[in-house]
């Protein structure tokens, strides 16, 4: 069998970017792994991260967790997603550390540990003016609780604009996370580790690193924000994956041709259109226009819609290629192709969702 489409993930530029970010922040780095890692696959990830300098793991979810533990991952694993009525006895069997972020969880979490005889490993999740995670409303509650059957590792919140290194949000943020840590301190708990910066952070804020960093879309070597913190190259980072195709096929068409659903474009010249064999079910985003593919060391933007399985290109009259060869979706940009960022501008959205929304149907190719 061959494939119509790949992931390829260079290891190598991921090891690049995970030891360049370690040396320069000289802090714990957590390399984010939530979402198949971030669609790069989650276990040739992690284990490569890990041998890079990473020291811990974040994942969202407990299923994330669970995997890496059953894939032989021992090192330290944080999953921040773990809402009231999960299995934390599951959880706390593979020794997952687990954030907290409302007082049900809290308690759920202690009586857990009670019954199983042992203190739950917890990261106390703060809400610093995201308005998303964690404790705001509960936080004197919290305060009042008991912890005798929780060992608070760490205490951490997350930035709302930290892609923007001049937003004075980011400073209030901080100061917010210092004063609530004070508060815990208060009374009697000092996580070892207090964290809050994310990749835009660890790139831009060193006022920010407190003694761990958690790294997501800078170690796949892409910029957290094109527009105020520049592309990867200038970020010094490598992206690490490149998506690729087959032409399923190559056709002569005349002028005023309408291609694809609804007939959304038009051939305006006599030219050659490429069949793309990828679609809107790869995570190929439907909407997506000026964007393309690059063969041949030219780029053939897309013409009409992406379909579910595959979308068309123009290749102009100039172009050679042929039914059967390979096509880079997007790349690192290096000789021209589209890349990440290409393709998120091209759907209204950004290269986190281009990347991980690369869909199960394409297979994931490592190269060391
Ligand atoms: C996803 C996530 C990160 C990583 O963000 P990047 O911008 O990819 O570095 C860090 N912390 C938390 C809590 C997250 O959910």
């Not at 992690?46 to 021992?74: C, F, H, M, P, Y």
């Not at 790139?203 to 910029?223: E, N, P, Q």
Request: neutral net charge.
């Amino acid at each position: 069998m061959s494939n119509r489409a790949e992931f390829l993930i260079d290891l190598s530029a991921l090891s690049s970017n995970v030891s360049k970010i370690k040396k320069e922040c000289a802090v714990d780095v957590l390399a984010v792994v939530k979402a198949d890692a971030y669609g790069h696959g989650l276990i040739r990830v992690a284990s490569t991260a890990l041998k890079a300098g990473a020291s811990w793991l974040g994942v969202a979810l407990l299923e994330e967790a669970i995997t890496l533990r059953e894939n032989g991952i021992d090192a330290p694993i944080l999953a921040w997603l773990v809402s009231p009525g999960s299995d934390f006895e599951l959880a706390l069997s593979h020794n997952i550390d687990l954030g907290v972020s409302c007082i049900k969880g809290l308690r759920e979490i202690s009586e857990v540990a009670a019954k199983l005889g042992k203190k739950a490993r917890i990261h106390i999740e703060i809400d610093t003016g995201m308005t998303r995670g964690g404790f705001l409303d509960e936080w004197q509650e919290l305060l009042k609780e008991d912890f005798a059957h929780v060992d608070v590792i760490g205490i951490f919140s997350h930035f709302a604009r930290a892609d923007e290194p001049g937003e004075r949000q980011n400073v209030e943020q901080l100061q917010k996370f210092k004063q609530m840590v004070a508060e815990l301190e208060k009374i009697g708990i000092n996580p070892a580790i207090k964290h809050l910066a994310n990749s835009a952070a660890t790139l831009k804020d060193k006022d920010s690193y407190f003694k761990m960093v958690r790294v997501g879309i800078a170690m796949y070597g892409l910029t957290p924000d094109l527009t105020h913190m520049g592309t990867s190259k200038e970020l010094g980072l490598r992206p690490v994956g490149q998506l690729r195709a087959k032409l399923h096929l190559v056709k002569n068409v005349s002028k005023g041709s309408p291609v694809g659903y609804g007939a959304s474009a038009i051939t305006t010249t006599d030219t050659t259109l490429g069949v793309v064999a990828m679609g809107y079910a790869d995570g190929i985003p439907r909407v997506a226009q000026g964007a393309g593919v690059f063969v041949n060391g030219k780029k053939a933007p897309i013409i009409g819609r992406v379909s579910m399985d595959q979308f068309v290109v123009d290749l102009g009259s100039s172009n050679t290629a042929k039914s059967g060869d390979w096509v880079i979706v997007f790349g690192d940009g290096s000789h021209g192709e589209y890349t990440a960022d290409d393709w998120g501008r091209a759907s209204s959205s950004i290269n986190y969702e281009i990347v991980t929304r690369i869909g199960p149907r394409v297979p994931r190719i490592y190269e060391l």
